[in-house]
């Protein structure tokens, strides 16, 4: 069965600094995985997405993923964080296959931004 | 409409009421999911359709929820005998479908509160 670990539940990054958000996710061949952004109050948006090829993956509000497959991982990543960048953060694995489309979401990673 | 509608935003309910969470997907996307997101949590899958087909309810915890999308659109999640347990927000998301997991559009939540 499919399955992702978000480790970390709360981070805090000062703005303006680097962030990495932790994902590790368990299938059994090449799944797609995708990140989430939930605001409080609001629905889930998605940030980007990894279906094959370049495993660097570039998504919106200057987010971007990196797929290694050695490593069971799919790590969101931002060079300067916003103030606005505060809120839950999901990973989440879906099947590389035809026909159903379950996907199934992390724990989630609390993201507050100092000034 | 534009995005996905959930409706009512909020419900209060006794313990022991049946309540009636109602989702309208984006217009023409073949696929509907519900999710149960609990304070703190990340969304956990309840159930999925490929148009008015039920194709997995592995998800729904117990025999007193119910869900259907009849015409193949408008869905309704039913809860039978609530129960304290239930309280959580209720996630409807859509997407586009044709046999590839794809990006899932969410609505804003359904919250219900079980006193």
Known sequence: ????????????VSEGASLELRCNYSYGATPYLFWYVQSPGQGLQLLLKYFSGDTLVQGIKGFEAE???SQSSFNLRK????????????????????????????????????? | GAGVSQSPRYKVAKRG?????RCDPISGHVSLFWYQQ??????????????????????????????ERPEGS???????????????VYLCASSLGGGRTGELFFGEGSRLTVL
Not at chain 2, 46 to 64: C, H, I, V, W
Not at chain 2, 75 to 84: A, E, G, H, Y
């Open chain 1, 79 to 115: 060079p300067s964080v916003h103030w606005s960048d505060a809120a839950e953060y999901f990973c989440a694995v879906g099947p590389n296959s035809g026909g159903y489309q379950k996907v199934t979401f992390g724990t989630g990673t609390k993201l507050q931004v100092i000034p």
């Open chain 1, 67 to 69: 797929f290694k497959r």
């Open chain 2, 17 to 21: 009421q049946d309540v009636a969470l």
């Open chain 2, 74 to 88: 408008v869905s309704t999640l039913k809860i039978q005998r609530t129960q304290q347990e239930d309280s959580a």
């Open chain 1, 1 to 12: 069965a499919q399955s992702v670990t978000q480790p970390d539940i709360h981070i805090t």
């Open chain 2, 38 to 67: 609990a304070l703190g949590q990340g969304p956990e899958f309840l159930t999925y359709f490929q148009n008015e087909a039920q194709l997995d309810k592995s998800g729904l915890p117990s025999d007193r929820f119910f869900a």
